[in-house]
């Protein structure tokens, strides 16, 4: 199984991005997908997730608001729509995937993650 995240790029605060990532993987309705980022100098944080049972979603305090989860199965692709960005919301974003799970941010338990797409935004 491998994750591919792209969408990732520099913008100006008030701009919106999509992330993107896609999964290798023939069941990939059976899996949860989590966002995460991780800011310069900051622990990495999860941010939004979408479960595999029915695809409910969850969103921690710093995405409320700003930030749509959604998934498409039949592209195998979950997405992540940033909008009204700030500039503390510059960080590297990942995606991650676990096995027939509900929604969580337990990184631990996540079983693949992909590389990972930059997101800048300036003031």
């Known amino acids: 199984v491998q994750l591919q995240a792209s969408g990732g790029g520099l913008v100006q605060a008030g701009d919106s991005l999509r992330l993107s990532c896609t999964i290798s993987?023939?069941?990939?309705?059976?899996?949860?997908v989590g966002w995460f980022r991780q800011a310069p100098g900051k622990k990495r944080e999860g941010l939004s997730c979408?479960?595999?049972?029915?695809?409910?979603?969850s969103y921690a305090d710093s995405a409320k608001g700003r930030f749509t989860i959604s998934r498409d199965n039949a592209k195998n692709t979950v997405y992540l729509q940033l909008n009204s960005l700030k500039p503390e919301d510059t960080a590297v974003y990942y995606c991650?995937?676990?096995?027939?799970?509900?929604?969580?941010?337990?990184?631990?338990?996540?079983?693949?993650w992909g590389q990972g797409t930059q997101v800048t935004v300036s003031s």
């Open positions: 991650a995937a676990d096995y027939n799970a509900n929604c969580h941010y337990i990184e631990y338990l996540y079983d693949y």
């Open positions: 979408i479960s595999s049972s029915d695809g409910s979603a």
């Open positions: 993987a023939r069941d990939f309705r059976t899996y949860a």
